[in-house]
Nanobody, 124 residues
Framework: QVQLVESGGGLVQAGASLTLSCVAS????????MGWLRQAPGKERDVVAA????????LYADSVKGRFTISRDNAKNTVYLQMNSLKPEDTAVYYCAVAKYGLLGRRQNDYDTWGQGTQVTVSS
């Protein structure tokens, strides 16, 4: 069973940048499609970005295209989410997760094995 630990969240002003990290346990990290999802208060958990094990296949939500970059370092069992030009509407708890079926999905139900989440708050 993979365990995931996110870090890097915080309180920033609009326009700032943050980089989230997610460290995974286990020796087969490079086989997993990894995703970043976020959940704002009172809203559903949405997929922000996902990345295949080889980093060849990537998807982004339309709302973050051009501002967020997902990447991974398989040697360090870590996936990153670089977030630039942050907006107040990016405020949420951010989770990393493993894709259920090895596919880059756009739905919460396409992922399981969640981390505990890290809070990102963007002030205007």
């Amino acid at each position: 069973q993979v365990q995931l630990v996110e870090s890097g969240g915080g309180l920033v002003q609009a326009g700032a940048s943050l980089t989230l990290s997610c460290v995974a346990s286990g020796r087969t990290f490079g086989d997993y499609v990894m995703g970043w999802l976020r959940q704002a208060p009172g809203k559903e958990r949405d997929v922000v970005a996902a990345l295949s094990g080889s980093s060849r296949n990537i998807l982004y939500a339309d709302s973050v295209k051009g501002r967020f970059t997902i990447s991974r370092d398989n040697a360090k069992n870590t996936v990153y989410l670089q977030m630039n030009s942050l907006k107040p509407e990016d405020t949420a708890v951010y989770y990393c997760a493993v894709a259920k079926y090895g596919l880059l999905g756009r739905r919460q139900n396409d992922y399981d094995t969640w981390g505990q989440g890290t809070q990102v708050t963007v002030s205007s």
